[in-house]
């Protein structure tokens, strides 16, 4: 019997949480971190390749770093202020305006592809049909790297910030069937911050690698 699913905020459409990242980035334009994040950093490093996708990129700057040290990169985007500053720091890399749920990348090419934490804003049904784009675009035996939320979370987001899905870790682990993917990490990071209330970050670190071709 399948575990409850997952733990939502609240349901959205997928048009407003589109609609949500361009309001952060407009409202906010720094929302995103002007450095590389050190899970993706890591990675890169531990599962060297040639060409590396991030889902929901930003600024550009896990891509920028990428570049920096040898990677050919891509991704996608669905807010356009992050996606016109990311275009202005890679001249020519292949950035596309859109969702993962819609992915129009091409199969079995890259590497690794790399998520902080941009498709915990999906919906279960959404992130699902990403997840078999993530999949599709990846080489067989390319690594993917996701970083949702997790229902252990208490401390709120930023009010700009679209809501979020908190996932339950049972129901995490059957996004990833062993019929299909190799998990060579899966850690929960809980961290505690010094502000009144509720105060408690909850995240995934989940590496999986992709098994035999689609």
Known sequence: ???????????????????????????????????????????????????VYEVGFGGGHNLLWARQHGWEVAGCEIAETPHRIACEKLDGADLRLESMVDCSAPSSS??????????????????????????????????????????????????????????????????FPDTKWETIVFEHVIVHYDIVGPNREHTYRIRVRKIGRD
Request: glycine share 6%; aromatic share 14%.
């Open 1 to 51: 019997m399948d575990s409850p699913p997952i733990y939502t905020m609240m349901g959205t459409p997928r048009s407003a949480v589109d609609a949500g990242w361009e309001h952060a980035y407009t409202e906010y334009p720094r929302f995103a971190a002007e450095y590389p994040w050190s899970d993706v950093v890591d990675t890169l490093t531990q599962f060297p390749g040639e060409r």
């Open 110 to 175: 890259y590497d690794v592809v790399v998520d902080r934490a941009a498709l915990t804003c999906l919906s279960p049904k959404d992130l699902k049909r990403a997840l078999f784009h993530v999949r599709r675009i990846l080489k067989p035996g390319g690594v993917f790297f996701f970083n949702p939320y997790g229902n252990l979370q208490t401390k709120p987001f930023p009010d700009v910030m679209p809501p979020v899905t908190l996932w339950e870790e049972r129901a995490t682990r059957q996004l």
